[in-house]
């Protein structure tokens, strides 16, 4: 037996000991995940609801969320036809299948204005319905910022044209300037908005600085964030995005005529 003093002993030691280790950490890592993904669809829940102004409170417990979000269908979606699809998205998400090749397709530079890089094929959409209405749209949307992805829901009415909320779960962007996307105020701007001109073109956008409440492009317009203006314009080239021709766009056209 080797001695527990010496070189070799100690190696030996070591090894069992970081063998030990690891068969702890891959055992728990297993045990825990079905728990961690519970989680993880508990929050997205959550920020879909928030995002759609069904759930006031951020914080609010698992039973609220569940309650709140039975009035609220998942359904996916082709962007290439605009028409719902029972594919679910590769890997369960859209931000899934955005990396996986054979689920998404690379976006010329011209035509990535987002900077997403990527665009899934079939995306999830979230349909509120009340009294056996179509009540509200959530929609998940995402696009770089300053530093990094900033990825969230965009609410709209069941008229497929007003904002009624917009909220991001997971950004890189700087707390007191960029950060200040999930500041409420600044979110509640949002709300009432007009997403489309006389046209159907997307014509919502955030602009530099306060907007004129007397100017006529009110309806279509968003304070800029003070400081912030790439966060801002990140935010402004992903909301034209997802609701252009490249995202969103045709599905709530053939949404609003029947033809989804």
Not at 200 to 223: R, T, W, Y
Not at 237 to 253: E, R, T
Request: charge should be neutral.
């Amino acid at each position: 037996m080797a001695n527990k003093d010496s070189v070799k002993g100690t190696l030996i030691v070591a090894l069992v000991m970081c063998l030990v280790c690891s068969v702890v950490v891959a055992t728990a890592a297993v045990l825990l995940r079905p728990a961690q993904q519970a989680n993880a669809e508990l929050d997205m829940r959550r920020n879909v609801l928030l995002a759609g102004g069904l759930l006031k409170d951020s914080h609010a417990s698992k039973a609220e969320v569940e309650r709140a979000f039975a009035d609220v269908q998942v359904k996916y979606v082709d962007l290439d036809t605009g028409k719902f699809t029972d594919q679910a998205p590769a890997g369960g998400s859209g931000r899934a299948a955005a990396k996986i090749t054979s689920a998404s397709e690379r976006l010329p530079a011209g035509e990535d204005a987002a900077k997403i890089i990527r665009r899934e094929n079939i995306k999830e959409v979230y349909l509120v319905e009340k009294e056996g209405k179509l009540d509200k749209v959530i929609l998940p949307v995402r696009g770089y910022g300053l530093w990094g992805t900033l990825y969230g829901f965009l609410a709209l009415q069941s008229d497929l044209d007003t904002v009624a909320g917009l909220g991001f779960y997971e950004h890189k962007e700087t707390p007191g300037l960029g950060g200040e996307v999930d500041n409420p105020n600044w979110k509640a701007l949002w709300v009432g908005k007009k997403v489309f001109d006389s046209q159907g073109n997307v014509d919502l956008q955030v602009i530099k600085g306060q907007v004129n409440p007397s100017s006529p492009d009110a309806v279509h317009e968003v304070d800029g964030l003070s400081g912030a203006t790439l966060t801002s314009r990140g935010v402004d080239n992903l909301v034209n995005f997802w609701l252009g021709s490249q995202g969103f766009g045709p599905f709530l056209k053939n949404l609003k005529a029947g033809e989804a």
